[in-house]
């Protein structure tokens, strides 16, 4: 509906146009948990709209007065979160990069979007609408927060803008460089930093700067063009062919001979050619460092000209500078593309000659080291190595480590060629100096994933690293330590370490090694990807007492490292009881505790959730290990939740979902509950869905059994519709088991069940029990808690609840999952079938009378056979009519006492009051009483009471007592001698009702 409406036709009704902003607010308030960043500040953002909502609402109520300033205080609005929206839309779809780039000039729409609303807000007429002094009062509130809002960006976003304004104003090159803040970037805007999504982001980067253009906003489009100039140096911003294609055109393009320099490339002081060229005062230029020292030597006078110069004043020739630049560049390109066949001579002199040059290029400048891979100088290097002159191999291994460093094309390459790997293996066993460079080589070839499987792979190489990194504490031992830990990441390394018995020597150097070799003993079993039997070897073999130690250590390194141990070594159950069993928990806990350990607190968090699994897996028959006793611990690790990261958040959490459900720390949730329940509440909005999974199942583990005072204190109908929209929105089907579960667990509040009815719940939950689809892992949990939800919406004191639940189709599903389902779910089914039953009597309509002559009448129709009259499943939720009976007397013999108890009450309803007579026959035609007799041997007193109670009703019709009475005599006589006290009493009046025992017995 157009805006113009307003100004054409004042008389038209502003509440159309109210209804129309608030609408618009409320999408913004969805739309902003879709946003690909900056969740945070559109979350601040729709938090001061939300506040304008009931405002709003409350103007559209009144007969408002069509005045100018009303009109303009609605355009504003209108206009303002439509914009608004707009930005959102475009943070939910555009390339993250460019969001990045643009974050400055994003902060500040929005700040100019609040700050316009806020105008609009001191337009509104307040004293003319007849609003309560409270809402005038908010309205001024609101409009003087929203004046002083304020968005930046964060410090690292800040960070990298810097580093791009200052790479783009030094025209920095360097390939490292852009590297770096590839990943810096990255990492700020949420995606991996593997080189096929940064390229996929890097192009979509690209095509926001075509969008740019074409939208005619040229000043953008400069600007980001630039800053793809300096990212494109990067290795994921191009593949190797790319670079090789572009390199090659340009290096054809100079032709084979280096130019000399022009005469203005030199210094007039030095007559060297210049690096730093600067303008004096007086027009001329020279050597920036030259300059310095004529003025710092008490000259004022121009070298050159001599004439009076402003010593002050050095201004950077710029352009002098790109074309000496430019100049350097085109000779060397030519020098490195004539230098690789001098490598090839047969003179080991001249080999060893253009090596040194070689290795002075790529010391020099990382773009050199590009070009020297670009001319494929790897495959003539590793051929080198199989020379026999020691000092051609030592050069070589040298040059090809500078080369591998920071590039993985390098690495690549390297391991490509053939025998290379092989080539610098053998280079291990030889003398001490070759050996440190083959093996700090290897050490940088390993650190890309795809070369790294091929250095384990070739024979020998694992047993001569492990040789290595059993000698003294030197560089090249700690490099093959190193080494070994990257290594250790494949499974057949492991292997292979094993058998060179690295672990025995790998326990005694963390025992008695040097700090560097603790510290590097401590990398590898932080990062060996090893077998849970390796894992558990490696405790029995003592490696606990010592990793403990070094949680103390007073170098933080050294803490971080022992603990990443602990944690990859906690994983199985059997390590974490032992650490328990040894006081772990305390160090750990105080690490966490305390802020000057941040860097260490992900590790510390995962491992003690490693800790709380373990005692899950406890064997039942031995004494249980306790774990997070301490009140105060409990609450201090809980409130942790609140301020570090998501990656120790959701630790802490699982930490005591896991918690809650083991059998050494039963009380664990009534310490919880109190604290926990408000921070879950507003963790189950978070916007990272792990986090959110998980406090999911933390709230739906703690939910159940909660006073209501305690739940009505932090549950609210938000809440409700928030648990909602995460059963229909996930795709985490664990989280949807539990979402369904909180609603399964709450408290059968009126109220709360009111909600849910409001907000869609039973249709939703319904749909689960519907869909024969449902085949996941968590598919018994999630059938067991919609049953369970269910079951709220069967309250017998709310008719109406019953009626719409029956006519969702529940009952016929029900009686199905008592065939099917769980021990679980046959005892919420048989809870819910029971309730309803509860309320058969009083809906069964009565039979018509017969009219007219009855012998010519048609025949009588028969009625219900419990409750006499007109019966139907969803009219009068008849048991008998829905055929659940046979089903509910077969779960008498289910193995679960809890789903037995539910069946026998559901099965009891058929019998209450004056339906005695009617209920028994029917149990009778199904053979229940025989099954109910056998419970009387349950181990459940519970049980053993209710059956009582059913057969003591069920006796006293004779036609029953008769029948039946036989079978009961021996159970009952067993529970008049061994029964608990009221157990005993009904089972003697029952004998006595048997003619069994005299109504005198001192069973009585």
């Not at 807000?121 to 004046?147: C, F, R, Y």
């Not at 005619?216 to 990067?234: C, G, S």
């Not at 309250?795 to 639940?805: A, F, G, M, S, Y």
């Not at 509910?888 to 007579?917: H, M």
Request: net charge negative; glycine share 4%.
């Amino acid at each position: 509906m157009a805006l113009d409406v307003i100004s054409g036709a004042s008389s038209f009704p502003f509440s159309d146009f109210i209804s129309q902003t608030v609408e618009v607010i409320l999408e913004l308030v969805v739309g902003a948990n879709e946003v690909l960043m900056k969740k945070e500040t559109f979350k601040e953002l729709t938090s001061y709209l939300e506040r304008i909502v009931p405002i709003l609402r409350e103007i559209g109520k009144k007969n408002i007065d069509h005045s100018e300033s009303l009109k303009n205080a609605i355009e504003i609005l209108n206009r303002e979160t439509k914009a608004a929206k707009q930005l959102i839309l475009d943070f939910s779809k555009k390339s993250r990069v460019y969001l990045l780039m643009n974050s400055r000039g994003i902060e500040k729409r929005l700040e100019d979007t609040l700050k316009e609303i806020s105008r609009a807000l001191n337009l509104l007429p307040l004293t003319t609408l007849g609003l309560s002094s409270a809402v005038i009062e908010d309205v001024e509130k609101l409009s003087e927060s929203m004046q002083r809002a304020e968005f930046r960006a964060a410090i690292t976003e800040e960070e990298i803008m810097e580093k791009i304004e200052s790479g783009i104003q030094e025209r920095n090159v360097d390939r490292s460089y852009a590297n770096q803040l590839l990943v810096l970037i990255a990492e700020a805007v949420g995606i991996s930093t593997e080189r096929s999504e940064l390229k996929k982001e890097f192009e979509e980067f690209k095509n926001e700067i075509e969008n740019a253009r074409l939208r005619k906003n040229q000043a953008e489009a400069i600007q980001m063009d630039q800053i793809i100039a300096l990212l494109e140096r990067a290795d994921a911003a191009s593949s190797p062919k790319e670079k090789e294609m572009k390199y090659f055109t340009k290096r054809k393009s100079l032709g084979s001979q280096p130019l000399e320099p022009l005469q203005s490339f030199y210094c007039p002081i030095t007559r060297d050619v210049m690096v730093d060229p600067v303008e004096t005062s007086s027009g001329q230029t020279f050597e920036r460092s030259a300059i310095d020292k004529w003025f710092a030597d008490g000259n004022t006078l121009c070298p050159l000209t001599m004439t009076v110069l402003d010593t002050s004043i050095l201004r950077p020739n710029k352009t002098l500078r790109q074309s000496i630049e430019e100049w350097r560049d085109r000779n060397t390109m030519i020098m490195i593309a004539s230098m690789k066949e001098k490598l090839k001579s047969e003179e080991e002199e001249e080999v060893i000659h253009s090596l040194e040059e070689l290795h002075d290029l790529c010391e020099k400048r990382d773009q050199h080291r590009e070009w020297v891979i670009l001319e494929n100088y790897i495959p003539v290097l590793i051929e080198l190595l199989g020379m026999k002159n020691r000092e051609i191999r030592k050069r070589v291994l040298v040059i090809l480590c500078i080369l591998a460093k920071d590039s993985d094309d390098a690495k690549e390459r390297t391991i490509a060629v053939e025998n290379a790997t092989e080539n610098i293996v053998r280079s291990l066993g030889r003398r001490p100096e070759e050996r440190k460079l083959a093996v700090a080589l290897l050490l940088e070839l390993s650190k890309s994933n795809s070369v790294r499987d091929c250095i384990g792979k070739v024979q020998g190489c694992i047993l001569l690293l492990v040789t290595m990194s059993n000698g003294d504490d030197t560089q090249s031992a700690r490099d093959a330590q190193e080494l070994l830990a990257i290594l250790s990441f494949s499974d057949q390394n492991v292997i292979q370490m094993a058998k060179a018995n690295y672990f025995k020597h790998l326990l005694q150097r963390l025992s008695t090694g040097s700090k560097e070799v603790k510290m590097n003993m401590a990398i590898n079993l932080a990062e060996m990807d090893l077998t849970d039997h390796n894992k558990e070897s490696l405790f029995e073999g003592g490696a606990l007492r010592p990793l403990l130690d070094l949680v103390s250590h007073d170098d933080t390194d050294m803490r971080k490292v022992a603990i990443r141990a602990l944690q990859n070594l906690s994983s199985v159950p059997k390590n974490g009881l032992q650490m328990i069993r040894e006081g772990a928990e305390r160090p750990l806990l105080d690490v966490l505790f305390s802020s000057s350990y941040s860097n260490l607190h992900e590790h510390v968090a995962a491992t003690i959730m490693h800790l709380a699994a373990s005692t899950v897996s406890q064997d039942s028959d031995q004494t249980p290990v306790s774990f997070l006793e301490s009140e105060n611990d409990i609450l201090r690790l809980f409130s942790l939740v609140s301020f570090r990261g998501p990656n120790v958040q959701e630790s802490i959490i699982r930490t005591f979902h896991i918690l809650c459900q083991s059998r050494s720390t039963t009380d664990i949730k009534a310490k919880l509950i109190q604290s926990a329940l408000p921070v879950l509440v507003q963790l189950c909005e978070h916007g990272n869905p792990s986090i959110r999974a998980n406090a999911v199942k933390l709230f739906c583990c703690l939910a159940e059994g909660v006073r209501e005072a305690t739940i009505m204190e932090h549950v609210n109908q938000q809440f409700i519709e928030t648990v909602l929209r995460i059963i229909k929105s996930s795709k985490d089907e664990a989280e949807i088991a539990s979402a369904v579960g909180i609603i399964s667990n709450l408290p059968e509040i009126r109220l709360i069940t009111e909600w849910l009815f409001e907000a869609g719940a039973l249709p939703v939950v319904f749909n689960f029990l519907n869909n024969g689809k449902q085949n996941g892992p968590h598919k018994n949990q999630l059938i067991e808690n919609a049953v369970g939800a269910i079951c709220r919406f069967t309250v017998p004191t709310n008719l109406e609840w019953q009626k719409r639940t029956a006519e969702a189709g529940t009952i016929p599903i029900l009686v199905q999952l008592l065939e099917t389902g769980t021990g679980l779910t046959k005892q919420r089914t048989a809870v819910a079938l029971s309730r309803f039953s509860e309320s058969s009597t009083r809906l069964s309509g009565s039979m018509p009378k017969r009219k007219g002559i009855w012998c010519f009448a048609a025949p009588p129709e028969a009625g219900c056979p419990v409750h006499g009259g007109i019966c139907g499943i969803a009219s009068t939720f008849c048991l008998v009519e829905a055929g659940a009976v046979y089903p509910l007397v077969r779960t008498l013999s289910e193995p679960d006492p809890g789903a037995c108890e539910a069946s026998l009450d559901a099965l009891l309803t058929l019998i209450e009051g004056d339906r005695l007579q009617s209920g028994s026959k029917v149990l009778g035609d199904l053979n229940a009483i025989q099954p109910i007799i056998k419970l009387l041997g349950s181990p459940s007193p519970r049980l053993q009471e209710k059956a009582l109670k059913a057969l003591e009703r069920i006796f006293r019709l004779v036609e029953f007592k008769q029948k039946y009475g036989g079978f009961a005599q021996m159970p009952l006589v067993d529970l008049t001698q061994r029964g608990s006290g009221s157990v005993k009493s009904l089972a003697a009046r029952i004998l006595a009702h048997l003619n069994v025992l005299h109504d005198q017995s001192s069973y009585f």
